[in-house]
């Protein structure tokens, strides 16, 4: 008996790949065995999700005669290194796995991230597959093929992009997930109204307890509509070579936060929140947003309990970590900014004394 799927699809020619998600999808094989090779699949996984899902994911491949090779990786955005890829490595060369071989990244961002990077790399690319766990991971992190390692000095610095063969998305996975992870995984959620999506935003306004309660429904929509907005996004600009960017809003200072107070310390959807009231301050700044506008914003994100103000890094410091951005373009940072709800530029009109006023004013 199969539970309901919904299903939506990246549109990128012959390398276009299907999102479902569903409740108790992590266990339909079905869905995944047309997307692999081989008799053999690696589950790339971490030290918490392991012991939560891995069983349940590996019993159901293994009665489908597919054997599962488990590679557990410590948990924490401080192990997105080079040191913790390499163990990816060790494990595909040990265990003699081929170009044909699939890897399954199940779990978080973080271990999404790392899986992607991997299978992009490993005999020049093998085929991936992502199965997200967290709320964050699934209306974001797991669709659009960004891979990605970070540095010491900048997150995700090191990294492809590198698309996935799907995205098995179970939303029955969330009622695991530590309340302050669901929160950071809404402030992504709330991006995609910011950006692109109005009636979205109002949506959210008017259903917030109900996501904060893990209502399947609500969930299940919020899910989706986050989906079909960064879909619609990465199939028009796959490479960022333009309206992807969008997708950055609060990222560049929410970067800046994550490097600075080191990895780990602030969750990355904390530090995007506080990102993006920065970024709203300095749109109201540039005459672009009115202050009710970046008042009404401020109340979404207090709402969910994820933080308004950044940590006081001083000024200097911020723009130091942000010049490392990965929109910067001939020496110049490119910031996504508001002009309404619903409306995201990229523009690299400000000057780092407007910048650097807008961070004073938004840092505590
Ligand atoms: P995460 O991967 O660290 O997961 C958060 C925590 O929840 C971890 O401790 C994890 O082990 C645990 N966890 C995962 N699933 C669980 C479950 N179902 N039940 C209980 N615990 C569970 O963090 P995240 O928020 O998922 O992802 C953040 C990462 O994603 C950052 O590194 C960020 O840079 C990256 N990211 C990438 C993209 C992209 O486009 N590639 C987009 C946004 C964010
Ligand atoms: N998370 C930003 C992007 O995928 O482009």
Request: contains cysteine; proline residues 3%; charged residues 20%.
């Amino acid at each position: 008996m199969h539970n309901m799927i919904e299903t939506l699809s990246v549109a990128l020619g012959d390398r276009s790949y299907p999102i479902h998600i569903g409740t108790g999808v992590l266990t339909q094989v079905d869905l995944i065995l047309p997307h692999i090779k081989q008799k053999k699949v690696v589950v790339v996984t971490n030290t918490t999700v392991a012991p939560l899902y891995l069983e349940m994911l590996r019993s159901a491949l293994e009665a489908e005669g597919v054997s599962v090779l488990p590679v557990v990786l410590p948990d924490g955005e401080q192990f997105k290194t080079w040191e913790t890829l390499n163990l990816i490595f060790d494990a595909l060369l040990g265990a003699r796995c081929e170009r044909g071989t699939t890897l399954i990244a199940l779990g978080g961002g973080v271990v999404g991230d790392m899986g992607g990077f991997a299978a992009s790399c490993y005999q020049r690319g093998m085929p991936f597959i992502q199965v997200p766990t967290t709320l964050l991971s699934q209306v974001d992190s797991s669709v659009g093929g960004k891979t990605a390692i970070n540095h010491p000095l900048g997150k995700n610095m090191i990294g492809a992009f590198y698309q996935p063969k799907m995205v098995l998305a179970d939303i029955s996975t969330l009622n695991t997930l530590p309340e302050r992870e669901l929160k950071a995984g809404l402030a992504e959620v709330i991006k995609y109204g910011l950006i692109r999506d109005l009636e979205f935003y109002v949506w959210l306004e008017e259903n917030l307890e109900k996501l904060l309660a893990r209502d399947a429904s609500a969930l299940t929509h919020a899910i989706h509509r986050s989906c079909a907005n960064k879909a619609a996004v990465v199939a028009a600009d796959e490479k960022e070579t333009g309206e992807r960017a969008l997708l950055n809003l609060g990222h560049t200072f929410g970067h800046a936060i994550e490097t600075g107070m080191g990895y780990g310390e602030w969750l990355h959807g904390e530090a995007v929140a506080a990102g993006t009231l920065i970024a709203a301050e300095l749109s109201h700044q540039l005459g672009w947003l009115d202050a009710e506008t970046v008042k009404r914003i401020e109340r979404m994100f207090v709402r969910v309990g994820l933080p308004v103000f950044g940590p006081r890094l001083g000024t200097v410091r911020y723009l130091e970590l942000m010049s490392h951005d990965k929109k910067v373009q001939n020496g110049k940072l490119r910031l996504v900014l508001l002009e309404g709800i619903g409306k995201a530029v990229l523009s690299d009109r400000a000057s780092d004394a407007q910048i650097s006023a807008a961070i004073e004013a938004r840092c505590t």
